[in-house]
T-cell receptor
Framework: DAGVTQSPTHLIKTRGQQVTLRCSPK?????VSWYQQALGQGPQFIFQ???????QRGNFPDRFSGHQFPNYSSELNVNALLLGDSALYLC?????????????FGSGTRLTVV | AQKITQTQPGMFVQEKEAVTLDCTYD???????LFWYKQPSSGEMIFLIY??????QNATEGRYSLNFQKARKSANLVISASQLGDSAMYFC???????????????FGPGTSLSVIP
């Protein structure tokens, strides 16, 4: 049973560029959440997708956008990259209506902006 | 607004000893869930244990137990018989709302770095 798959694992971009990160959820999961984790800090909630719609959003600017596809996979897009966007980006999948179930996390994409 | 506090940036424990990692939380929602995750240097977030706000007993999972004190809004993780492989970052997290709600978001604390000494 495959868990959450994220690609790429590492990425180096230049300030001002755009980046797309990809996530395939665990089999059977329908909800995907994205988190940004700066070095030495806890993950910060970016947004969550369910039924191809953004359901909730954290305190992130519009430069951060996303998409969920009919097969539940998801993309995170970041435009006009800043040095401060350098972080580990974690994707987590879950079943929306199972309150007590933990998210399943991927290994993350480490983004470095230079 | 949700808030998770972990006041111990770093902790050391001798191998085979028990250790308690502190977590306090703040919420006005009567229905919530509390999680602990382990994050080794590889980066993957590993689920350890869950406690629901209406659960009467403290959760246990193998060597992990959660000391849940609802009135104090405290959810400390206890790791018994520490092993070298327990060295990692540990995050306390909270999810508000129950199945009747339309939202679902998990927020994380700043984490505690645990080092197990041989």
């Amino acid at each position: 049973d495959a868990g959450v798959t994220q690609s790429p694992t590492h990425l180096i971009k230049t300030r001002g560029q755009q980046v797309t990160l990809r996530c395939s959820p665990k089999s059977g999961h329908d909800t995907v959440s994205w988190y940004q984790q700066a070095l030495g800090q806890g993950p910060q909630f970016i947004f969550q997708y369910y039924e191809e719609e953004e359901r909730q959003r954290g305190n992130f600017p519009d430069r951060f956008s996303g998409h969920q596809f009919p097969n539940y996979s998801s993309e995170l897009n970041v435009n006009a990259l800043l040095l401060g966007d350098s972080a580990l980006y974690l994707c987590a999948s879950s079943l929306l209506l199972l309150f007590g179930e933990s998210y399943t996390f991927g290994s993350g994409t480490r983004l470095t902006v230079v | 607004a949700q808030k998770i506090t972990q006041t111990q940036p770093g902790m050391f424990v001798q191998e085979k000893e028990a250790v308690t990692l502190d977590c306090t939380y703040d919420t006005s929602d009567p229905s919530y869930g509390l999680f602990w995750y382990k994050q080794p240097s590889s980066g993957e977030m590993i689920f350890l244990i869950y406690q629901g706000s209406y659960d009467q007993q403290n959760a246990t999972e193998g060597r992990y137990s959660l000391n849940f004190q609802k009135a104090r809004k405290s959810a400390n993780l206890v790791i018994s018989a520490s092993q070298l492989g327990d060295s990692a970052m540990y995050f306390c997290a909270m999810r508000e709302g129950g199945m009747e709600t339309s939202y679902d978001k998990v927020i994380f604390g700043p984490g505690t770095s645990l080092s197990v000494i041989p």
